[in-house]
Each structure stands twice: as structure tokens, then as C-alpha cells.
């Protein structure tokens, strides 16, 4: 089975961004970067847009509170610590905090 349908929906307090920062910044990151910079005619050039932006976020841009990795460079350097984890071999990796990929829902 998928890992998304083990998601849980836990909704923060309201008035308490802090709570979930991490999605707080993506949520400003998508908004001044594709919602407010475009002007979308149909609801296909926003998805269209979105996916290309979504792209470049998960995979192209270095991300400052991963040590300026991309997301998608954390989740393999988060798997590899995992693997070396899981058959007992060092790793420089004591504390790790998943983030993984904002993905678009079709």
C-alpha cells in the first residue's frame, strides 16, 4: 500500500502558523512565486504551472534549512542513513526530520 494512505490530518490551532512551519513556508513559497505572479484563465494552466514549479522546488532548488540540499537530495541521503541504519553501519546522520516531496493530487 502507498505511504499516503497512511497519512494522518492533524490540523494546527488556529492563529499558530509556528505549529507547522514547514508547510507555513511552502504555502508563502507557492503563493508569491505562482498565485500571485500569474494570471491562470483555466484551472489546467494552474495545475500545468504548479507541476513545473513543483518540479523545480522538490528537485532543482537548494533548500536553506537542509544545509542547501534540495528536498530530493535529503530523501536519498535520508534513505541511505536509513539502509546503513537498518544493517548496522555508521553514519554521520544523528538527527534527521523527513520532509518529503510536496506532491500535486490530479
Known amino acids: 500500500m502507498d505511504r499516503e494512505a497512511y497519512s494522518k490530518l492533524e490540523l494546527?490551532?488556529?492563529g499558530k502558523p509556528k505549529?507547522?512551519?514547514?508547510?507555513e513556508r511552502f504555502n508563502r513559497s507557492y503563493r508569491k512565486e505562482i498565485l500571485d505572479f500569474y494570471l491562470f484563465r483555466t484551472l489546467n494552466e494552474v495545475r500545468e504551472m504548479t507541476g513545473k514549479w513543483l518540479s523545480e522546488y522538490n528537485c532543482e532548488r537548494p533548500h536553506e534549512?537542509?544545509?542547501?540540499?534540495?528536498?530530493?537530495?535529503y530523501r536519498q541521503h535520508y534513505n541511505l542513513a536509513e539502509t546503513q541504519k537498518m544493517h548496522g553501519t555508521k553514519t554521520s546522520l544523528f538527527t534527521l526530520r523527513l520532509i518529503g516531496?510536496?506532491?500535486?493530487?490530479?
Open 12 to 14: 494546527i490551532q488556529p
Open 19 to 23: 505549529q507547522n512551519s514547514f508547510i
Open 65 to 73: 534549512s537542509l544545509n542547501s540540499m534540495t528536498l530530493e537530495e
Open 101 to 106: 516531496y510536496i506532491n500535486l493530487i490530479e
